[in-house]
């Protein structure tokens, strides 16, 4: 039975998408990497609790065959924020993220720069004597 969750898992990750955008942060890429980790020694691994295997199995596919999406259609895709699909995917690709990070570190880095200009007897009178 094991060898058969096995091709499973490799059928669902096969048809799993990848979202290039989100370079190794995507769903996809994540259940790959937890298949390899989970089946180790591919069809002859032992499951130690095949029942909560087959669940997660059952529940993936579910997600992936877009069950809730369908059971539940959207009046529209956007989000509470009204920002849009696309927006999204824009705002959450690897670029984006990589810019952001950018971004902080500058803002990281003046901070460092305003604190390690001070002389080291400022910090000292952080705490007044009581």
């Known amino acids: 039975m094991s060898a058969t ?3 499973r898992f490799l059928k669902l990750c096969e048809e799993w998408p990848r979202d290039e955008t989100k370079k190794g942060r995507d769903l996809g890429t994540f259940l790959r990497q937890r298949v390899a980790s989970a089946f180790r ?3 002859n691994t ?3 609790d095949p029942e909560k295997c087959d669940q997660m199995y059952e ?4 997600i992936n065959g877009n069950v809730y999406r369908q059971r539940f259609p959207r009046v529209r895709d956007t989000s509470f924020t009204g920002v849009t699909v696309e927006e ?3 705002l959450l690709s690897g670029s984006m993220q990589q810019s952001m990070d950018e971004e902080k570190k500058g803002l990281w880095k003046s901070i460092m720069e305003k604190f390690s200009s001070k002389s080291p007897e400022d910090g000292s009178e952080k705490n007044p004597e009581k």
């Open 88 to 90: 999204c995917r824009v």
């Open 46 to 48: 032992q499951i130690a």
């Open 59 to 62: 529940s993936l596919a579910r």
């Open 41 to 43: 020694e591919g069809e």
């Open 5 to 7: 969750r096995y091709r």
